[in-house]
């Protein structure tokens, strides 16, 4: 899944339809309109993209849904571009932040959990909106991704976990054509308005771009 977009034909199908619809309405200035239009359609009711129950974007993850109260459907990258990755630390284990993200008191959800054995859970589709980043213009533009642990426990970033999120996020950069950089890959603790400083002094962002950036090349050849 996600390489292909399962659906893109019908998508585009359902989109035409709208802004013709609008178009009808608005006459010649649909024309001005149709970037906002863009942004809005999926809002419209009966407009949902259709989705494949349990289907992952990263071939590595299981799907483990998360509380719709806890993101917001879209049509990313077409509503909303995809240009960053936000890490994260749960400060609990892998399992409490499943439960949470699964709680619709909670309000919060990340698009994918790491383990420290390396196991991920996809909980939010890529394409849509995550409330991971406390930030609403930096949650449209991002994809979360939660790392079991404790900012002040260097043991709880095993290599395994290190190695599993590379590879998530290498695939993510492919996806979205998103340069590895600190630019584009990083944490929380760098959006602006937060008072999160996940992932903490600990997280090794040297090893973990080059890991990302051999996964990447690996992928490439
Ligand atoms: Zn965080």
């Known amino acids: 899944m996600g390489e292909t977009k399962d659906g893109s034909g019908r998508r585009i199908g359902r989109r035409s339809l709208i802004v013709g619809g609008a178009a009808a309405v608005l006459g010649t200035g649909a024309v001005l309109a149709r970037d906002e239009l863009s942004r809005l359609w999926y809002r419209v009711p009966g407009v949902d993209k259709p989705r494949v129950k349990g289907a992952v974007d990263y071939r590595g ?7 719709p109260a806890n993101f917001r459907w879209a049509d990313r990258p077409d509503d909303y571009p995809i240009e ?4 994260h630390v749960t400060q609990g284990s892998f399992d409490s932040a499943v439960k949470v993200f699964q709680d619709p008191e909670h309000g919060a959800a990340s698009h994918y959990v790491v383990g420290q054995d390396g196991r991920v859970a996809q909980m939010i589709r890529e394409l849509d909106v995550a409330y ?13 991704i939660e790392h079991a642990g404790f900012v002040d426990r260097p043991q709880d970033f095993t290599d395994a976990m290190y190695a599993a999120s590379a590879r998530l ?23 602006p308005g937060t008072d999160h400083t996940d ?9 973990y771009l080059g890991l990302v950036r051999r996964a990447r090349t690996a992928a490439r050849a």
């Open 61 to 67: 993850a299981r799907w483990v849904a998360a509380s």
């Open 84 to 87: 960053m990755v936000v890490v």
């Open 132 to 144: 991971h980043a406390g930030n609403r213009d930096f949650n449209e533009r991002s994809i979360g």
């Open 169 to 191: 996020t290498a695939g993510i950069c492919r996806r979205y054509d998103i340069p590895v950089d600190r630019e584009h890959i990083i944490g929380h603790v760098e959006v």
């Open 199 to 207: 992932p903490g002094p600990h997280w090794d962002w040297e090893r």
